[in-house]
């Protein structure tokens, strides 16, 4: 706290971006439990981070979610995803990575996007399922 009794405004300007970081990460979450190719895990894991930060308030409501708590814990408690998530990322993965190759980028654009997919992938396929 300043000398005045408030918060530093760098202090505010901080949780505001996280509190803004949080709530699109969160819509961009619920949107991907029903649009298919856009992953929900990640914008949910970023919602949760981005949220402990900037909103104690929105941090709670994800945690204690019905739907979305349970995937949080298995996360923080095994470094779980569940099976489904993983496979919707993978075939959503090659499905980009198709529609890149077939759109005429360069080889090497293809290439380098295939090689960090692929470290995603095996990334993403080698933590627990729930």
């Given at each position: 706290?300043?000398?005045?009794?408030h918060?530093?405004k760098?202090?505010?300007?901080?949780r505001?971006?996280?509190?803004?970081l949080?709530?699109?990460?969160l819509?961009l979450?619920l949107?991907?439990?029903?649009?298919?190719?856009?992953?929900?895990?990640?914008f949910?894991?970023?919602?949760?981070?981005?949220?402990?930060?900037?909103?104690?308030?929105?941090?709670?409501?994800?945690?204690?979610?019905?739907?979305?708590?349970?995937l949080?814990v298995n996360?923080r408690?095994?470094r779980a995803v569940?099976?489904r998530?993983k496979?919707?990322?993978?075939l959503?993965?090659?499905?980009?990575l198709?529609?890149?190759?077939?759109?005429?980028?360069?080889?090497?654009?293809?290439?380098g996007?295939?090689?960090?997919?692929?470290?995603?992938?095996?990334?993403?396929?080698t933590?627990?399922?729930r």
């Amino acid at each position: 706290m300043g000398a005045s009794g408030h918060a530093p405004k760098g202090g505010r300007l901080r949780r505001l971006a996280f509190h803004a970081l949080a709530s699109v990460s969160l819509l961009l979450a619920l949107a991907g439990v029903v649009l298919p190719g856009l992953p929900a895990t990640p914008f949910l894991l970023l919602a949760a981070w981005a949220a402990a930060r900037g909103s104690p308030e929105l941090a709670a409501r994800i945690e204690t979610h019905p739907r979305l708590g349970p995937l949080l814990v298995n996360w923080r408690e095994r470094r779980a995803v569940p099976r489904r998530a993983k496979v919707l990322a993978v075939l959503s993965m090659g499905a980009s990575l198709g529609i890149l190759a077939w759109s005429g980028a360069p080889r090497f654009v293809v290439a380098g996007v295939a090689a960090i997919l692929a470290c995603v992938a095996a990334y993403l396929l080698t933590r627990p399922s729930r």
